[in-house]
């Protein structure tokens, strides 16, 4: 247990679905992030949340769209969906944004596969 | 281009062998960290160093940071097949994390 948690562990969705992957620490950092794992890439930083604003954005197509409504709470709402997007979508948060000796603590992840 | 490369990419070992795994930069990192990863979840943090020529112990596990802090080491000493998983080495510039490509290790019965 690392105190980070997402849901769902496991998603099936069509391309023209609507669908949100959730993540939640429980670790009273301030810096969130999404990743990107593709089978045999590097981890791919996709966005990152510092004090519930968006500090960086790595041209991320915009069918995908975060949402940080608190410092504990961090969304990825997803639509029209591509195949190739399929991945395993880690979430992780430090206690600030990179800063000096920093350390990130993963979430176990959402597989996301799109038909 | 890759700011943190890792070798070797994939390691096959026997139970009860040695074996050691670099993390390498040629960008000055103010800490860096060592995760595990196995299939379907997510990396599990093992240990962070910080200081030039730092070395660490967690059991059989041995960590050591470079003495430009611009490259890392893990020795794993007699592997057991619970070793098996991706290790994963991230660097942190004082202002953003990076990581690196991942070793996939198997260790064999």
């Known amino acids: 247990e690392t105190g980070v948690t997402q849901t769902p562990r496991h998603l099936v969705m069509g391309m023209t679905n609507k669908k949100s992957l959730k993540c939640e620490q429980h670790?009273?950092?301030?810096?969130m992030y999404w990743y990107k794992q593709s089978a045999k890439k590097p981890l791919e930083l996709m966005f990152v949340?510092?004090?519930?604003?968006?500090?960086e954005n790595n041209s991320v197509p915009s069918r995908f769209s975060p949402e940080c409504p608190n410092s504990s709470h961090l969304f990825l709402h997803l639509h029209t969906l591509q195949p190739e997007d399929s991945a395993l979508y880690l979430c992780?948060?430090?206690?600030?944004?990179?800063?000096?000796?920093?350390?990130?603590?993963f979430g176990p992840g959402t597989r996301l596969t799109v038909l | 281009t890759q700011l943190l490369e890792q070798s070797p990419q994939f390691l096959s070992i026997q139970e009860g062998e040695n074996l050691t795994v670099y993390c390498n930069s040629s960008?000055?990192?103010?800490?860096l960290q060592w995760y595990r990863q196995e299939p379907g979840e997510g990396p599990v943090l093992l240990v962070t160093?910080?200081?030039?020529?730092e070395v660490k112990k967690l059991k059989r596990l041995t960590f050591q940071f470079g003495d430009a802090r611009k490259d890392s080491s893990l020795h794993i000493t007699a592997a057991q097949p619970g070793d098996t998983g991706l290790y994963l080495c991230?660097?942190?510039?004082?202002?953003?994390?990076?990581f690196g490509t991942g070793t996939s290790l198997t260790v064999i019965p």
């Open positions: 160093v910080v200081t030039g020529g």
């Open positions: 949340y510092s004090l519930e604003e968006r500090v």
């Open positions: 960008s000055v990192f103010s800490s």
């Open positions: 992780a948060s430090s206690q600030d944004q990179a800063g000096g000796q920093d350390t990130q603590y």
């Open positions: 991230a660097g942190n510039t004082g202002n953003q994390f990076y």
């Open positions: 670790l009273g950092h301030n810096a």
